[in-house]
C-alpha cells in the first residue's frame, strides 16, 4: 500500500543521519498489496514482506541511502546524490525480479524519485521528517508508476546527466499531470537490463478524457475514507458521499476520482452545480460539462442519455443540496447508461433507487485529554491539515511543546472538520494557537478566508453552514434552533420534549430529526439501547446564535432543563438495584447535558432583591430554575460519587445553596443539603460534612417528617462516631433514626441504620457483636437489591471476620462486595476493597502482597477527588492519637552533631554499621531500609515509592514492613482495620472509610 503524503510528512524523527540540502527522495511500494494481503492471510503475507524489506534494504543500504520511514508495504528512502538513487533503484528491481516469492505469488514493486535542492530534515517540534514540498511530489510520481516500473523527476534527470549506473537507460515519457501537483511534470523511466520495461500508461491525470481541476494544496490523511468510498464504488453505481459544510466530500470525491480514473476510458467529468439554482437546468449542466451540444429536437437529458449509452464514464456532481429535485435526472441516466457510475457531493440524501449513502466523518483527532506528546500528536490527521495550512501562511510555524495543547483544543473544538480547521490555521499568520483557540471559544465569527478564489460560502465557516440552513424550511430551522441546547449528543425521548410539540415545527418531532440527518445537519451515533443524535459544535454554535436571535432561547433551555431532571430523578433512586452500571453510564453519556442544565438553572441572581434595578423578566422563572438545580444536584451527588467527580459535585452544589432564595423550596433544599454533605464526607472534609448536616437536621424537624428526620440523624450521627468523645452521641442519634425507620416500615432506612450501629460495636472491639448486626443487614439489602448497600456491608462483614479470624469467609465477602463495586463502575468503593484485600493479606502474613495492594489504589483515589489516602486504624480511639511521618531510625552515632572543621572530619572515622539481620527464607522482596525503633499504632504505612526511598541505605530484609503489619492488625498483635483516611491532623477533617449506604 502506498504511503500517503500525510503519513509521510507527519512523522516525527528528529535523525541527526538524515541527508540536507540536494536530496533525492525515493518512495516505493507493493502493487496491489491490499489484494494479496487479503488474499495471503497475516502470516502468510507477512513472510512475503520480510523477503521483500531485506532487497529493498539491501539495495538502499549499498547505496547509502538512510531509511527515513516504512508504513506497511511502502518505503521512503532518501539519498544524497541522484546517481546513488538510481543504483539502488535499478539494483533493488534486479533483486526483486530475481527472488523465488513464497506460496506461489508474484510480487511487483514501483519506484518513484524525484529531487529537492533545499530539502531540511523536520525535527520533533516541527512533526515532520522532511519539510517541503519536494517529498509530496516524490511521492506523486511514485504513484503513478506500474508495479516492476522506475519513474523519475526531470529534476533528478537533470543531475543525473550521464552518470547512470551500468545496464540502465532513460525513456523520455513526455509531460504528465500529477495529482495536487499544479503544473505538468516531465517523467523519464529507467530502462533495467534483465527486468521486463514495458508497461501500460503511466497512472496520470491524461490516461482518461477528464476536466478535473488541479489542486493547490495537498490531500491530507483519508486514506480509510478512501478507501471504504472505493470498495463502496466497486460494488454500486450511485455513491452518495454526505456531509455538512466544510468535511471535505469534495475534495474527497476528486481524489476517489482520480484513484479510479483508469477503470473509465471515456473520461471523468467533474461537473459543478453550485452556480446552478434551477433543478431544471442540471441535465442541460452536465451535458455542457461534456462537451455536448443538445439539438434543438431534443432535451438536454435525452440527448445526455443517447451520447452516454454505450460509454464507460465517470461523473463528478458537486453540490447536488439545492438542486436536490433533479435526482430523478440522474437516476434516469445511470439506468439507461449500463456502463456510467456517479459520485454525488451533497448534503442531503437523493432518495433515488440505487443510491449507496457514505456519511464523510472528520477529521481524525488526537486525544485532548491526553498529555501532549508532540511525535503522537503529529500523526492525526486533523493536526498534520492544521500543520500544512499553518505553514502555508507562516513558513517557519511549528508544533512545539508549549503550541501543542491549543492546537489539539482547536482541531478539537472545530470536531476535525477541514474547512474550518483551514481557516482557523490561516489565523496563525497573526494570531499564537492559543489566542485562536481562545477566540474560538467565543463563536466561529474568527472563521474566515481571505481567498479571493474560494466561493463566498467557503470563504467563512458561517458562510458553509448558513448555505445549508438557508435550505430549510421554517419548522425545520426552528427544530434545528432548539437542538443547540444539547450538549454531546441526545435521545430521542430528550429530543421530543425540548423541541416538540408538532405543531411548532410542523412536523412530527422525529420525521423532522430524520430530515434533519438527511440534510447532514445532525448525525445518528451508534447507541446500545435507542437511537441518538449529534450535532457537530461548529453547526450546534451557529444554531445557537439563531435561536438567541428568534427569542425563544429562555423557554427552550427550560424545557431542557426539566427534561434532564426528569431523567435524573427517573435514575437517582435506582441506582443501587440491578440497573446499576447501565444507569451510571446513562447518566455518564448525558454529562454535557446535566452541566448545561445545571450551569442554565444555577446563574447567579442578584445578591439583594430589595435594591435589585433589573427588569421583571430578568428575574422570571427565578424560583423554578432554583428549585431545579437543588433538585439536580440531589439527584446527581451518587453518580458524582460513584464516578469520580467529586470535585465537581461540591463546586456545582455549593453555588446553588449559595443562591438567594435557595432555602425556600424547603424538600428541594435538604436534598441539595444532603449532597452537599455527603460529597464533602466522601472527601474527607469533615467539618463541611458536619455543616450541612447539621443544618439538613435542622430544616427537616422543622417539616416534622419523621422519615426526613431519621434520615438526618442517620447521616450526621457519622460525624459523630468519629470521636471517641462524642461516640455515645452519634449512637444516640443512630437509635432515634432506627426507631423512627421501624415506625415508618423503611425496610433499606432499618438496614442502613444498623450498618451503622454494627459500626459502633466496631469502635468498641466487640467484634462478635458487630458481625451478627452485618448479618442481617446483608440479608435485608439481598431482599431489596439494594447492590451499593450490599457492597457497603459486605466490606464491614469482611473486615469483621478478618478481626474474628475467619479469614475464608472474610475473602469471600470481600470478594463479592468487590465484584458488585466493579460491575457498576464505582471507582470509591474499589479503592476501599482493595485496603480490605491489603489487610486481609497482612493478616494472613503475606506481607509483601499486602503491600502491593496497598499501593494500587493511588491512581483511583486521585480520579475520585478524595484527599490523600492512607490506612490506620479505623474504629478505636487509636486514630486520634498524633501521627508522625515514618522515617527510618538513625542510630546515635549518625545524628546531628556540632560543625567540625574539615580535617577534623577526615581523621574521625566513619562509624560502624550494624550488621543487618539474616534475609527471611520466604521473602522474595529485596528491601532496602532500617525500621522504625518504635511504631506507634497510628503511624501508616509507607507507600511503595516513600518505603523505597527510606531505605536506600543498605540491603536488608524488610523489618519495617513485618513491624507495621505486626502493629496494624496480624493475628500476633491484635485486631485492628483497614479504613481509609487522608492525611490530616485535626478530627474534623479526617475522612471516614465509609459513606452512608
Not at 501543542?404 to 478539537?412: E, L, N, Q, S, T
Not at 467557503?458 to 424550511?473: E, F, N
Not at 430528550?494 to 423532522?512: F, H, K, M, N, S
Request: hydrophobic content about 40%.
Amino acid at each position: 500500500m502506498m504511503p500517503t503524503v500525510s503519513q509521510v510528512v507527519a512523522a516525527a524523527a528528529s535523525r541527526s543521519d538524515l541527508p540536507s540540502g540536494t536530496v533525492t527522495f525515493v518512495f516505493t511500494d507493493i502493487e496491489g498489496s491490499t489484494k494479496l494481503a487479503h488474499a495471503l492471510g497475516t502470516d502468510r503475507w507477512r513472510e512475503v514482506l520480510v523477503q521483500h524489506a531485506a532487497a529493498v534494504r539491501s539495495a538502499a543500504l549499498e547505496h547509502e541511502g538512510v531509511e527515513v520511514r516504512t508504513e506497511g508495504d511502502a518505503f521512503f528512502l532518501a539519498f544524497r546524490t541522484a546517481r546513488q538513487a538510481v543504483a539502488a533503484a535499478a539494483d533493488a528491481q534486479r533483486a526483486l525480479a530475481a527472488q523465488t516469492w513464497p506460496h506461489g505469488v508474484t510480487v511487483r514493486v514501483r519506484i518513484g524519485m524525484h529531487t529537492g535542492e533545499s530539502a531540511r530534515p523536520g525535527d520533533t517540534e516541527s512533526g515532520a521528517d522532511y519539510v517541503g514540498y519536494d517529498v509530496h511530489q516524490a511521492a506523486r510520481i511514485s504513484s503513478a508508476a506500474h508495479g516492476g516500473q522506475v519513474i523519475i523527476s526531470s529534476a533528478t534527470q537533470t543531475l543525473l546527466g550521464d552518470q547512470l549506473p551500468p545496464g540502465v537507460t532513460l525513456l523520455d515519457l513526455g509531460e504528465h499531470r500529477l495529482k495536487d501537483i499544479r503544473r505538468a511534470e516531465r517523467l523519464f523511466q529507467l530502462v533495467i537490463e534483465g527486468v521486463p520495461n514495458d508497461f501500460p500508461a503511466l497512472r496520470t491525470l491524461e490516461r482518461a478524457p477528464n476536466n478535473l481541476p488541479a489542486q493547490l494544496t495537498s490531500f491530507i490523511g483519508r486514506r480509510r475514507e478512501l478507501a471504504d468510498a472505493r470498495t463502496l464504488l466497486e460494488r454500486t453505481r450511485l455513491l452518495t458521499l454526505l456531509g455538512p459544510g466544510g468535511t471535505g466530500k469534495s475534495r474527497l470525491s476528486l481524489e476517489l476520482a482520480a484513484e479510479v480514473m483508469g477503470e473509465f476510458p471515456d473520461g471523468v467529468w467533474f461537473v459543478r452545480l453550485a452556480p446552478v439554482s434551477d433543478h431544471t437546468l442540471v441535465a442541460s449542466t452536465i451535458a455542457h460539462t461534456l462537451g455536448l451540444v443538445v439539438p434543438p429536437a431534443r432535451t438536454p437529458l435525452q440527448h445526455l442519455i443517447e451520447e452516454l449509452r454505450a460509454k464507460k464514464v465517470l461523473l463528478l456532481i458537486d453540490n447536488f443540496e439545492h438542486v436536490v429535485d433533479a435526482a430523478t435526472d440522474v437516476a434516469e441516466v445511470l439506468r439507461e447508461c449500463p456502463s456510467v457510475k456517479a459520485i454525488v457531493s451533497t448534503r442531503i440524501v437523493l432518495h433515488v433507487a440505487g443510491e449507496q449513502e457514505y456519511p464523510v466523518p472528520p477529521l481524525a483527532l488526537p486525544d485532548p485529554k491526553a498529555v501532549p506528546d508532540v511525535e503522537e500528536i503529529a500523526r492525526a490527521e486533523a493536526i498534520q491539515l492544521f500543520l500544512e495550512r499553518a505553514r502555508a501562511a507562516r513558513p517557519e510555524f511549528m508544533l512545539t511543546r508549549d503550541n501543542a495543547r491549543a492546537v489539539v483544543g482547536i482541531v478539537a473544538h472545530l470536531d476535525g472538520l477541514p474547512l474550518a480547521i483551514e481557516l482557523a490555521a490561516a489565523r496563525v499568520k497573526v494570531l499564537p494557537p492559543q489566542a485562536i483557540l481562545e477566540r474560538l471559544a467565543s463563536g466561529i465569527g474568527i472563521l474566515q478566508s481571505s481567498a479571493r478564489d474560494l466561493p463566498a460560502r467557503q470563504q467563512t465557516l458561517r458562510g458553509a453552514i448558513a448555505w445549508s440552513y438557508d435550505l430549510l424550511d421554517a419548522g425545520l430551522r426552528r427544530l434545528l434552533q432548539r437542538l443547540s441546547v444539547f450538549r454531546g449528543g441526545c435521545a430521542l425521548e430528550q429530543i421530543e420534549l425540548v423541541c416538540g410539540p408538532a405543531g411548532e415545527i410542523d412536523r412530527d418531532v422525529l420525521d423532522g430529526v430524520s430530515e434533519l440527518v438527511d440534510q447532514s445537519l445532525l448525525r445518528r451515533v451508534e447507541s446500545e439501547d435507542e437511537p441518538r443524535f449529534l450535532m457537530l459544535e461548529t453547526i450546534r454554535e451557529f444554531a445557537r446564535e439563531r435561536l438567541e436571535e428568534s427569542g425563544e432561547a429562555r423557554d427552550v433551555q427550560m424545557r431542557h432543563a426539566r427534561a434532564f431532571l426528569r431523567l435524573a430523578e427517573g435514575i437517582a433512586p435506582r441506582l443501587f438495584g440491578s440497573e446499576q452500571k447501565a444507569l451510571l453510564d446513562r447518566l455518564e453519556l448525558e454529562q454535557g447535558n446535566l452541566r448545561t442544565a445545571l450551569d442554565i438553572c444555577a446563574q447567579s441572581s442578584c445578591a439583594d432583591r430589595l435594591t435589585c434595578t433589573c427588569p421583571p423578566e430578568e428575574h422570571a422563572g427565578e424560583s423554578e430554575r432554583t428549585e431545579i438545580s437543588l433538585r439536580l444536584s440531589g439527584a446527581l451527588w451518587r453518580f458524582w460519587q460513584m464516578r469520580g467527580h467529586l470535585a465537581e459535585g461540591r463546586q456545582r452544589t455549593e453555588r446553588i445553596l449559595a443562591i438567594p432564595g435557595a432555602e425556600a423550596p424547603r424538600d428541594a433544599y435538604l436534598i441539595a443539603l444532603e449532597a452537599a454533605g455527603g460529597i464533602t464526607y466522601w472527601q474527607g472534609d469533615i467539618a463541611a460534612t458536619e455543616r450541612s448536616y447539621t443544618r439538613r437536621l435542622e430544616v427537616a424537624r422543622a417539616t416534622g417528617d419523621p422519615v426526613q428526620v431519621a434520615n438526618a440523624l442517620y447521616d450526621l450521627s457519622f460525624v459523630h462516631i468519629l470521636s471517641d468523645d462524642e461516640r455515645d452521641i452519634g449512637a444516640a442519634m443512630l437509635d432515634e433514626a432506627l426507631a423512627a425507620f421501624r415506625a415508618a416500615g423503611d425496610r433499606a432506612g432499618v438496614a442502613k441504620a444498623l450498618w451503622a450501629v454494627a459500626t459502633t460495636h466496631f469502635n468498641r472491639h466487640d467484634w462478635a457483636k458487630a458481625v451478627g448486626i452485618l448479618d442481617e443487614v446483608v440479608r435485608i439489602f439481598r431482599d431489596l437489591d439494594n447492590r451499593f448497600g450490599l457492597a457497603w456491608a459486605l466490606h464491614s462483614l469482611g473486615v469483621g471476620r478478618i478481626r474474628l479470624g475467619a479469614m475464608g469467609d472474610a475473602r469471600t465477602a470481600l470478594a463479592e462486595g468487590l465484584e458488585l463495586f466493579r460491575a457498576a463502575g464505582d471507582v470509591s468503593g474499589v479503592v476501599l476493597f482493595f485496603y480490605d484485600f491489603a489487610e486481609l493479606a497482612a493478616a494472613q502474613g503475606r506481607d509483601d502482597r499486602a503491600l502491593r495492594l496497598r499501593s494500587s489504589p493511588t491512581t483511583c483515589a486521585r480520579r475520585t477527588s478524595r484527599s490523600t489516602w492512607r490506612p490506620a486504624r479505623c474504629w478505636s480511639g487509636a486514630t486520634r492519637r498524633g501521627r508522625r511521618r515514618w522515617r527510618p531510625r538513625v542510630p546515635r552515632s549518625r545524628r546531628s552533631r556540632p560543625s567540625r572543621s574539615p580535617s577534623a572530619t577526615k581523621r574521625r572515622p566513619r562509624p560502624k554499621r550494624e550488621r543487618p539481620p539474616p534475609r527471611p527464607a520466604r521473602s522474595r522482596a529485596r528491601c532496602s531500609g532500617r525500621p522504625p525503633a518504635r511504631t506507634r499504632p497510628s503511624s501508616p504505612c509507607p507507600s511503595r515509592a516513600l518505603h523505597r526511598s527510606a531505605c536506600r541505605r543498605a540491603d536488608r530484609s524488610c523489618i519495617a514492613r513485618r513491624a507495621w503489619f505486626d502493629h496494624r492488625g496480624s493475628p500476633r498483635a491484635g485486631p485492628c482495620s483497614t479504613r481509609a483516611r487522608p492525611r490530616t491532623a485535626s478530627r474534623r477533617s479526617a475522612a471516614p472509610a465509609a459513606s452512608p449506604p
